[in-house]
């Protein structure tokens, strides 16, 4: 490719994802955290004791479920299915019969089988590299990203479309539709959960998304953020 043209790509990349001032991330990192410490949600897979194994499975659950729902579920399927070796060896029917009350039983059992199977060959252990836990059954880029945050300790973002809300209030749009190819939302909620507590940052964006930065009626007057932030209302 001409030289001409790479520098005016990398020119148009630089355009499309100036981030915030790091200052201004360091003060939502903080006050957010110090929220987290009072208002966090607890949930059964956030405990000091749950496996790399049951944070995997909590995700997966959680995909398209509100979380108060899986909080009642969780406890029994884990020990219904206690390890990949338990869940790749039951029966799609038992499977979709347990995952029936939470919904889309019959996607979720043939997808948490297929990877339990693979798992289970694995001897429960992930790849290290994002291309090949994403070429594994059943994992997206969001699955990916838990993977890579609770099984081998790297700062990554749960970037879902609530963590995207408010990640946008606060700090800017996105520049494209789809949340997985915006290099600006990728990048900014990557530099918002590189820290020492990615875990307990993530789980806090998302606990404020559910509760105060809500979708229709944001409480501004109650969020942590409301000086910060570029789309605050305080009446
Ligand atoms: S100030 Fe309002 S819009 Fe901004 S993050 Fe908080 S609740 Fe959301």
């Known amino acids: 490719m001409p030289r001409r043209k790479v520098l005016l790509i990398k020119k148009l990349e630089r355009m499309i994802i100036r981030l915030p001032k790091p200052r201004l991330i360091r003060q939502f990192r903080e006050k957010l955290l110090c929220w987290y410490g009072k208002y966090g949600r607890k949930f059964p897979w956030r405990r000091a004791s749950t496996s790399k194994y049951q944070y ?20 029994n399927f884990v020990r219904e299915f206690p390890s990949w070796k338990n869940l790749g ?45 994403e070429a594994l059954p059943g994992i997206g880029q969001y699955i990916a990203n838990a993977v890579l945050l609770f099984c081998h300790g790297t700062p990554q973002p749960l970037l879902d479309v609530n963590m995207a809300r408010v990640l946008e209030r606060v700090f800017g749009p996105r520049k494209l ?11 900014l909620a990557k530099k918002v959960v590189q820290r020492k507590t990615p875990a307990k940052l993530n789980w806090a964006i998302l606990d404020l998304a559910s509760t105060i930065c809500l979708i229709r009626k944001p409480r501004c007057s109650d969020c942590p953020l409301a000086s910060i932030c570029l789309e605050a209302v305080i009446a």
């Open 56 to 75: 995997i499975i909590a995700e997966i659950l959680l995909q398209r479920t509100r979380a108060e729902t899986i909080a009642v579920f969780f406890p």
């Open 89 to 133: 060896s039951a029966s799609v029917a038992r499977l979709q019969r347990y995952l029936q009350p939470i919904g889309l039983w019959r996607r979720r059992a043939a997808s948490v089988k297929a990877l339990a199977r693979e798992m289970t060959k694995r001897n429960g252990i992930f790849p290290k590299r994002r291309e090949d836990i």
């Open 177 to 187: 539709a789809d949340i997985r190819y915006d290099p600006y939302l990728q990048e």
